[in-house]
């Protein structure tokens, strides 16, 4: 039988759960269609959810149709959630966006939508909600053709909208062939010739939209079911099934994770291609950076290598060639499989195998993370959505341990990553990374229901970022002057282009010293720039070893290995921070907030009271035009301010504007004081401390 693995998505409030449940039922597989309002839904597990009403966390369920099984995963619609979304898009065949009939086209609608088009996932359009009362078909139809700015094929016409019986009725109009007729030059023919056959039209809609070429729009009621068998044959007729060769080596990305009843993790996982099966032992992990392999130096920081010696870019032609050579997987770990289910039927039901095509469920890898790879890394997982960039410190309430706060919110971070939890042992703080309030509310709320903490927060504030300003050289070499570690390392920190991340190059000679050494100044370098010049982490930069040298391994006669003459990983990982951050200092670095873009809808006459409200909160509109009676305000925002847009906004438009913002990007600081973030951990800052702190002492 195919597989079909199918995502709902939408905006928060447009019906999606409720479609999701109506399709279950059509399907056979529950006998009472569950309400949001009742907390009585398939798949709202949690008691969270069911409490408020909304979707928090993703949730798969399986149906049958004729030929094809259905693994449908339920999204959340809240933007604070957007993260769990994301994980959702790199295991998707097809896609249904929802839209509501009502309310038509919002802003986080638009932002799937784009999405789903840059992944080029195929997706169907429902419009839900017709048999509410202002359930609107041509003025949404307008609204998605404008908004989304995408091919659109209507796949018929509702009847009595806005009242219960409201129903779909379904054919191919005059609008469907001059959509699909722009991109197939054979059915342009076929019509300009005088006649399109319907088989021809329909097997060219197929293509297309597996191509996601076009979008088919259904309309209905998710409630009534109107519209829903249009919908379902769509799914089955018009989306791509699973694609993979079960006999291939096995290839998988896990893209949800929770915790059993018992405390064990749980991983969710697609496989791309080959065969799971219970008790494999298999290999994980994620890509965590570049790094560089040379045949015959690796493994133990004791290694031996020639004379301990001084480098410094003596071989930059061999380095440029080591620099082209392979990336290695970061890190890797193994686990067995202890359980395996696979989703048929609604859950998930014990299986010995899964194949590819195949969402399954895992127990017995411990050490699993979300977006790791199962086997052989075929695709890279990747952000399709803007980091957080909100950071709060959780503060524990009466009777709540910080062990086991910290605890909890390790475990929270497991389930979504980007909650990116940070600790401060000097402060015994920790804090947390979040998209919005409402995300905030949610932690706070699991912590108490789930674990026993109360808990309240801090002020929240913006995560911002660090770029050198210039170029910066720093060294420090072994045995001289007041270096206390027997290594020596030099560092250069250059500016680079917006979005690279941080590279990690070598000038120095790779056989001057063991290439542990080297690992060691890599992945040191990369923990250092977590925290710059002001507190925030240091990007879009390279970072080049410069010089390099260790002092050889050392024992005595008849005795053994002396560290106190002999260079370990210790002594690079201790110098590494100090020699960095001087070589930033004199690089400089400014700090960069986060930016949002911008479009905001209003009564024309409301423009003029708009428009110096925007200037304090320090945008920069850049385009404005006109729609109808509406003016449109399009520009960036500092990601800082647009809550408080959001919440001046009804009063300056009457009530009908509508605001839509998503990260753009980062823009140096430039009014008021540089923000910075205090630091956690020992500080390479402070030269004295930082060496009082890591050998106890301050130096020769």
């Known amino acids: 039988m195919h597989l079909l693995n199918l995502g709902i998505l939408a905006h928060v409030d447009a019906g999606k759960t409720s479609l999701t449940e109506r399709l279950l039922h059509a399907a056979g597989v529950i006998d009472e269609i569950g309400s949001v309002d009742a907390g009585s839904t398939t798949t709202d597990t949690l008691a969270l959810e069911r409490q408020r009403g909304i979707t928090i966390k993703s949730a798969v369920v399986s149906f049958p149709l004729d030929g094809v099984t259905v693994n449908l995963i339920d999204t959340p619609g809240h933007p604070d959630f957007i993260a769990?979304?994301?994980?959702?898009?790199?295991?998707?065949?097809?896609?249904?966006?929802?839209?509501?009939?009502?309310?038509?086209?919002?802003?986080?609608?638009?932002?799937?939508?784009?999405?789903?088009?840059?992944?080029?996932?195929?997706?169907?359009?429902?419009?839900?909600?017709?048999?509410?009362?202002?359930?609107?078909?041509?003025?949404?139809?307008?609204?998605?053709?404008?908004?989304?700015?995408?091919?659109?094929?209507?796949?018929?016409?509702?009847?009595?909208?806005?009242?219960?019986?409201?129903?779909?009725?379904?054919?191919?109009?005059?609008?469907?062939?001059?959509?699909?007729?722009?991109?197939d030059d054979d059915l342009l023919a076929a019509y300009l010739d005088g006649g399109v056959p319907e088989g021809l039209l329909r097997a060219s809609l197929a293509?297309?939209?597996?191509?996601?070429?076009?979008?088919?729009?259904?309309?209905?009621?998710?409630?009534?079911?109107?519209?829903?068998?249009?919908?379902?044959?769509?799914?089955?007729?018009?989306?791509?099934?699973?694609?993979?060769?079960?006999?291939?080596?096995?290839?998988?990305?896990?893209?949800?994770?929770?915790?059993?009843?018992?405390?064990?993790?749980?991983?969710?996982?697609r496989v791309f291609a080959g065969t799971l099966r219970l008790r494999d032992r298999i290999p994980f992990g994620g890509i965590e950076g570049e790094q560089r392999r040379d045949e015959g130096h690796g493994g133990h920081e004791d290694d031996r290598a020639a004379g301990g010696r001084d480098s410094a870019g003596r071989a930059r032609g061999r380095a440029a060639e080591r620099r082209r050579r392979s990336r290695a997987v970061g890190r890797r770990a193994e686990g067995r499989v202890t359980a395996l289910g696979v989703f048929e039927r609604g859950t998930a039901q014990p299986r010995?195998?899964?194949?590819?095509?195949?969402?399954?469920?895992?127990?017995?890898?411990?050490?699993?993370?979300?977006?790791?790879?199962?086997?052989?890394?075929?695709?890279?997982?990747?952000?399709?959505?803007?980091?957080?960039?909100?950071?709060t410190v959780v503060v524990p309430g009466p009777g709540a341990d910080r062990r086991s706060l910290h605890l909890a919110l390790t475990q929270l971070a497991e389930q979504d990553p980007l909650i990116g939890v940070r600790h401060d042992e000097l402060r015994g703080e920790t804090s947390v990374s979040l998209y919005g309030e409402v995300q905030k509310e949610v932690v706070q709320a699991t912590l108490?229901?789930?674990?026993?903490?109360?808990?309240?927060?801090?002020?929240?504030?913006?995560?911002?970022?660090?770029?050198?300003?210039?170029?910066?050289?720093?060294?420090?070499?072994?045995?001289?002057?007041?270096?206390?570690?027997?290594?020596?390392?030099?560092?250069?920190?250059?500016?680079?282009?917006?979005?690279?991340?941080?590279?990690?190059?070598?000038?120095?000679?790779?056989?001057?010293?063991?290439?542990?050494?080297?690992?060691?100044?890599?992945?040191?370098?990369?923990?250092?720039?977590?925290q710059g010049l002001y507190g925030w982490q240091v990007t879009d930069c390279t970072v080049t070893m410069t010089h390099s040298g260790y002092s050889p391994r050392q024992s005595h006669a008849h005795q053994g290995f002396d560290k106190s003459m002999s260079s370990t990983g210790h002594d690079f990982r201790g110098l590494t921070p100090l020699v960095l951050i001087d070589a930033l200092r004199r690089a400089g670095s400014l700090v960069h907030e986060p930016m949002h873009r911008f479009r905001l809808e209003a009564p024309a006459d409301t423009l003029g009271a708009l428009l110096p409200v925007l200037t304090r909160l320090g945008a920069v509109p850049g385009t404005t035009g006109t729609d109808g009676a509406h003016g449109v305000l399009e520009g960036t925002v500092p990601a800082a301010r647009v809550h408080g847009l959001e919440q001046r906004l009804p009063g300056l438009t009457r009530g009908e504007g509508e605001l839509e913002t998503a990260f753009d990007h980062y823009a140096p600081v430039t009014r008021g004081t540089v923000p910075r973030r205090p630091r956690t951990g020992h500080n390479p800052l402070d030269r004295k401390e930082y060496l009082l702190n890591v050998t106890h002492r301050v130096g020769d």
């Open 84 to 183: 769990e979304v994301e994980r959702v898009l790199g295991v998707l065949d097809g896609a249904v966006l929802v839209v509501s009939a009502v309310e038509g086209v919002q802003a986080q609608t638009r932002v799937l939508m784009r999405t789903l088009r840059r992944l080029r996932i195929p997706t169907l359009v429902f419009v839900n909600k017709i048999d509410r009362r202002g359930a609107r078909h041509d003025g949404v139809l307008r609204e998605m053709a404008r908004r989304f700015a995408v091919p659109l094929v209507p796949m018929g016409r509702p009847t009595a909208l806005g009242t219960p019986a409201a129903r779909f009725v379904p054919g191919l109009g005059p609008a469907a062939l001059d959509g699909l007729a722009d991109h």
């Open 207 to 269: 293509a297309q939209t597996r191509r996601a070429a076009v979008h088919p729009v259904y309309f209905g009621s998710a409630i009534t079911g109107a519209g829903v068998p249009e919908l379902i044959d769509g799914v089955e007729r018009l989306l791509p099934t699973a694609a993979g060769d079960p006999d291939g080596p096995l290839s998988a990305r896990v893209f949800k994770i929770e915790r059993g009843p018992a405390g064990e993790k749980v991983a969710y996982a």
């Open 352 to 391: 010995e195998s899964a194949g590819a095509g195949r969402i399954v469920r895992i127990r017995g890898l411990g050490d699993i993370r979300v977006g790791d790879a199962l086997g052989r890394p075929a695709i890279t997982y990747r952000h399709h959505f803007a980091p957080p960039t909100l950071e």
């Open 448 to 530: 108490a229901d789930e674990y026993g903490l109360a808990v309240t927060f801090r002020g929240t504030t913006t995560l911002c970022i660090e770029r050198p300003a210039g170029t910066g050289h720093a060294v420090e070499f072994n045995r001289k002057g007041l270096n206390p570690f027997l290594a020596t390392v030099g560092l250069r920190v250059d500016p680079a282009p917006a979005g690279s991340g941080v590279a990690f190059r070598l000038e120095a000679e790779l056989g001057s010293m063991p290439y542990a050494f080297f690992k060691a100044v890599e992945d040191t370098v990369r923990e250092t720039l977590g």
